[in-house]
């Protein structure tokens, strides 16, 4: 679905991302753990086509990504780490994207009701969206994103600083986004999460990947040395 082949991004002088080699299949929870300023949201950005100075090989369903950036951004959809709301309802969010893409009318209304009630925010349809609480916010945010309908999900950070509930109703919808076939790249500083989520996980520190493997062997018995320390180490919370 996706291969990264030696990606190494800089800003100015600061490398954030080092020669990156990366697959990531299709239909599953990819998790991107490491601490801050390792390069997990420049990560997403590229994968995401959101970013396109980059040097090094992207493919995407076997298409040069820098080719076909259009095509990439079709097909994946990026929730952002501090999302922005525009100054109008919880449902006129919500509908943008479709709006822009031409749904409207009966069709428009279902698709967006039915993926607010599933992030238990129908309720706050009306509501002024600027106006929200962090955790309305965000599930706003996811639910922009899934009624899009697109094969690839990149998530930045998706319940940093939100409470139990608001964690567990946007952890239910990314699983149920798996069950549906679509793809889930998920930047997270929660090792719990990836552990409950990802299928695959990946260890980056100072741009550069560590190690990749299925999640639980990565936690249970990381072959790197640095990455036995991050996951062992008091990073969590
Ligand atoms: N637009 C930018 N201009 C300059 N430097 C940037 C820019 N975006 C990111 N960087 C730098 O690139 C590096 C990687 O940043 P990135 O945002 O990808 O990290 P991150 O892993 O997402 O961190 P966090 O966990 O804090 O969100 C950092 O050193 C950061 O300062
Ligand atoms: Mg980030």
């Known amino acids: 679905m996706i291969a990264l082949n030696e990606i190494s991004k800089t800003y100015g002088n600061v490398s954030a991302l080092k020669r990156v080699n990366l697959e990531i299949h299709s239909g ?14 420049t990560l997403l950005k590229i994968i995401s086509m959101l970013e396109t100075d980059f040097s090094g090989k992207y493919m995407f369903k076997g ?19 501090n999302p922005v709301m525009f100054r109008a ?13 031409g749904v409207n009318g009966r069709e428009l209304r279902e698709r967006v009701e039915s993926i607010l009630e599933s ?40 319940t940093a600083n939100l409470d139990a509930e608001n964690v ?31 299928d695959r996980t990946a260890y980056i520190e100072n741009g ?21 320390r991050f996951v062992e180490g008091d990073h969590y919370f």
């Open 119 to 158: 992030l238990g925010i129908l309720s706050l349809a009306d509501k002024n969206a600027r106006k929200l609480s962090g955790g309305q916010r965000q599930r706003v945010a996811v639910a922009r994103a899934l009624v899009m309908d697109v094969d690839v999900y990149t998530l930045d950070e998706p």
């Open 208 to 228: 550069e990947v560590i190690e990749v493997g299925e999640t639980d062997r990565l936690f249970e018995s990381p072959e790197d040395e640095r990455t036995r």
């Open 63 to 81: 298409l040069e990504a820098r080719k076909n950036p259009e095509k990439v951004r079709k097909q994946v959809t990026m929730v952002f780490q």
């Open 168 to 198: 567990r109703i946007i952890e239910r919808a990314i699983s149920d986004m798996r069950d549906d076939g679509k793809t889930i790249i998920l930047a997270t500083h929660n090792l719990f999460q990836a552990k409950r989520l990802a």
């Open 28 to 41: 599953e929870i990819f998790a991107i753990i490491g601490n801050s300023g390792a390069g997990k949201t």
């Open 89 to 101: 309802s919880v449902f006129d969010n919500v509908a943008y994207g479709l709006r822009i893409r």
